[in-house]
């Protein structure tokens, strides 16, 4: 029990980081993750997304009993309901959730103890390039700020040092700032 | 009451829309949105946001009673409790949700009536990139596959017209595809 507790920090079990860290050395077809999101239109800008299976570690993931169900809508003012977060939305919580679990994952591993880790995002857009007004203005935000407040048993250099090592290390952060090629298909009738 | 529903098309309210195109023209200041996302760490890679207010039309939006709340987590291969889907999981809802909705819109504008549209979104990535074992694999997904099904009252050729207006016109795909900058400060102690 006392070997076990100490493994854990911040809630990471830095023993089985490590030990997947081996594993993947001796076998990097484990490296390799496929995930998945089945979506559905509700009405307007109301959708249903179902997450549930992914392919990860070698084989098909069975540790979800039931899938998440999620939504996304819009509010009155971009013509909905607010029955959801919208999707611009989605994608600064999407953000949020892969800097901050790769801030604690790298402390864990730094042997540093967090105590808060909170941030706020703030993406703006100008909504002539998306209603096609225009096209000098893109889509998307323009930029986005992430402020983050973080305390944790160690100097702050170390700590920003984490925080460096996370924007260095974080899957959607590199996805959002790098971009990602996106085929789309579409089977219509 | 008969003039409202014959504006109405897929649950879009094609005269609100075309109203809010002509308000944008005689007045861009309009056009500037800012979304906000509060995140804060619960433990190990689980993280709860909040979602209320942004900015928008001219002022600060006060159509929400209360913030949405959600979560985001990692199964236990990626060393979480599946409390919630992980961020690159949502990052393909944000592209699904805004994917699904731009179709819904563009579609309503070309008076074309929508039956169904859903779509099974897929990301690969190998984790040698983000565990930093190996520096030739990026962090987050190499690729991203989309593929919708959808049914409507126009030929096959109109309805994938309108995928590829969608495409070029989507906010999270234009973020997904072409990326954004991202600015990161932090607050230690």
């Known amino acids: 029990m006392s070997i076990t507790t100490a493994t854990i ?3 990471v079990d830095t023993a089985q980081v490590y030990g997947t860290l081996d594993a993947l050395k001796e076998q990097p077809e484990l490296a390799r993750f496929e995930f998945r999101v089945k979506n559905r239109w509700l009405e307007g800008p109301h959708s249903r997304s179902e997450i ?5 570690a070698g084989g098909e993931d069975t540790s979800r009993d039931e899938a998440f169900v999620v939504e996304a809508s819009e509010p009155p003012v971009l ?5 959801a977060p919208n ?16 801030i604690v994952n790298v402390a864990a591993a730094r042997k540093v103890e967090l105590h808060e ?14 209603t096609g007004l225009d096209d000098s203005y893109r889509n998307g935000f323009e930029h986005i700020r992430v402020a983050y407040s973080i305390r944790g048993d160690a100097p702050a250099e170390k700590l920003r040092e984490i925080v460096e090592r996370a924007k260095s290390r974080s899957v959607v952060f590199d996805m959002v700032t790098n971009g990602v090629p996106v085929d789309v298909e579409a089977d219509v009738g």
Chains 1, 2 share one sequence.
């Open 117 to 130: 880790v909170s941030c706020t995002l703030t993406g703006v857009l100008d909504a002539r390039g998306a």
């Open 79 to 83: 013509f909905g309901h607010n029955e």
């Open 9 to 11: 920090r911040n809630g």
């Open 87 to 102: 999707p611009a939305e989605y994608l600064l919580h999407a953000l949020a959730g892969c800097m901050t679990l790769t």
């Open 52 to 56: 549930h299976g992914f392919w990860g």
